[in-house]
């Protein structure tokens, strides 16, 4: 079975702009997770779609949002991107009882820099 | 709000030598699941072990092996006969039913060192 798969992998984009990160899911697996992880804040949960549905958000403004395909791909999206932006944009995949005890399942990541 | 505490950024190990890794949490919540993730330096995170917290019985996955002690909030991961291939960072997580999510929370991870 393929792995969850990130893209792109590496992005680089100005101040200002805005990017679209894609993620495919493990076959099967309709819950999808986003998180971003930084050296100084760790992992940070941004939000989980299941059933082109954002079940959970965590908490980060308005200029992240996401959304899920009928395929259980999904997207985010970060507008007036900022230097604080830079990460590693990390997606997982699950099957879902919605009671967080499924393994997640994380694809490689895509590294954002903003300059 | 739920939070997970690594104390120990870094540790290292000798090879074949054993290592116990820290990690404590808080939470109301009764009915959770721990979680330890390893992230190598190639990035991809796995799951190492899992824990459920109404179970009282400690995890085992081959040479890694838990201690949950719940009324303590202690989720230590034991690394036995460490391998080379056992450096990585290593990521305390805990979800929870509550708010019927697969949300993690994270610690802020540990670097393992495994020395030859």
């Known amino acids: 079975k393929a792995g969850v798969t990130q893209t792109p992998r590496y992005l680089i984009k100005t101040r200002g702009q805005q990017v679209t990160l894609s993620c495919s899911p493990i076959?099967?697996?309709?819950?999808v997770s986003w998180y971003q992880q930084t050296p100084g804040q760790g992992l940070q949960f941004l939000f989980e779609?299941?059933?082109?549905?954002?079940?959970n958000k965590g908490n980060f403004p308005g200029r992240f949002s996401g959304r899920q395909f009928s395929n259980s791909r999904s997207e985010m999206n970060v507008s007036t991107l900022e230097l604080g932006d830079s990460a590693l944009y990390l997606c997982?995949?699950?099957?879902?009882?919605?009671?967080?005890?499924?393994?997640?399942?994380f694809g490689p990541g895509t590294r954002l820099t903003v300059t | 709000a739920q939070t997970v505490t690594q104390s120990q950024p870094e540790m290292s190990v000798q090879e074949a030598e054993t290592v116990t890794l820290s990690c404590t949490y808080d939470?109301?919540?009764?009915?959770?699941?721990l979680f330890w993730y390893k992230q190598p330096p190639s990035r991809q995170m796995i799951l190492v072990i899992r824990?459920?917290?109404?179970?009282?019985q400690n995890a085992t996955e081959n040479r890694f092996s838990v201690n949950f002690q719940k009324a303590a909030k202690s989720f230590s991961l034991k690394i036995s006969d460490s391998q080379l291939g056992d450096a990585a960072m290593y990521f305390c997580?805990?979800?929870?039913?509550?708010?019927?999510?697969?949300?993690?929370?994270f610690g802020k991870g540990m670097k393992l060192t495994v020395n030859p």
């Open positions: 939470t109301s919540e009764s009915d959770y699941y």
């Open positions: 997982a995949s699950s099957l879902s009882s919605g009671r967080g005890a499924y393994e997640q399942y």
């Open positions: 076959s099967g697996h309709r819950s």
């Open positions: 779609y299941f059933s082109e549905t954002q079940r």
């Open positions: 824990q459920e917290a109404y179970k009282q």
């Open positions: 997580a805990y979800s929870t039913p509550q708010g019927g999510s697969e949300k993690l929370v």
